[in-house]
């Protein structure tokens, strides 16, 4: 069973409207938690990356939030723009570079 | 600075063929890494390597071989290529083991 968990599976939102991705994850122990943008075709690249102690992080429009107590994150977008159109992967790293990856949220941002 | 790069970015082998798929890092990188990532499935290790000279085995390392000559540089091998490994491969590098890991393209692999 995959450690880290996330929902929606894919979404599909009006550009100019905000959405927001969650992650639920069994990591243990944890180290940091870790969300990448994936254009299609192309590789992962780092938006935001949070310690157990950050609840929250932002990297311009993108925002994260993270409790550890739960195990939860959430990646919130605001207004969405077409090119926000990518899958947005949960990745949670126990202790150093042996990473967890999540399967993803496709978000399609539609004119 | 081009980051990393992968090279081929698509190939299509017939099963029992070989392979190698190339890394290159520019950044000064001591850490790489091999993935595969599947469908509906998150991105896994298939192997790494801490610095120049040395591998170990991630995840799903069977049926693949990996070296690491030189600094910037990280093969993948295929010595019988088997339909189970059609799947997109992506290299990765970090400075640290806790640093930011900075992804190749991916190299798109079809085994028939």
């Known amino acids: 069973k995959n450690q880290v968990e996330q929902s929606p599976q894919s979404l599909i939102i009006l550009e100019g409207k905000n959405c927001t991705l969650q992650c639920n994850y069994t990591v243990s122990p944890f180290s940091n938690l870790r969300w990448y943008k994936q254009d299609t075709g192309r590789g992962p690249v780092s938006l935001t990356i949070m310690t157990f102690s950050e609840n929250t992080k932002s990297n311009g429009r993108y925002t994260a939030t993270l409790d550890a107590d739960t195990k939860q994150s959430s990646l919130h977008i605001t207004a969405s723009q077409l090119s926000d159109s990518a899958s947005y992967i949960c990745?949670?790293?126990?202790?150093?570079?042996?990473?967890?990856f999540g399967a993803g949220t496709t978000v399609t941002v539609r004119a | 600075n081009a980051g990393v790069t992968q090279t081929p970015k698509f190939r299509v082998l017939k099963t029992g063929q070989s392979m190698t798929l190339l890394c290159a890092q520019d950044m000064n990188h001591e850490y790489m890494y091999w993935y595969r990532q599947d469908p509906g499935m998150g991105l896994r290790l298939i192997h790494y390597s801490v610095g120049e000279g040395t591998t170990a085995k991630g995840e799903v390392p069977d049926g693949y071989n990996v070296s690491r000559l030189k600094k910037q540089n990280f093969l993948l091998g295929l010595e019988s290529a088997a339909p189970s490994q059609t799947s997109v491969y992506f290299c990765a590098s970090s400075y640290t083991s806790v640093s930011e890991q900075y992804f190749g393209p991916g190299t798109r692999l079809t085994v028939t």
């Open positions: 990745v949670v790293s126990p202790n150093d570079y042996k990473l967890s």
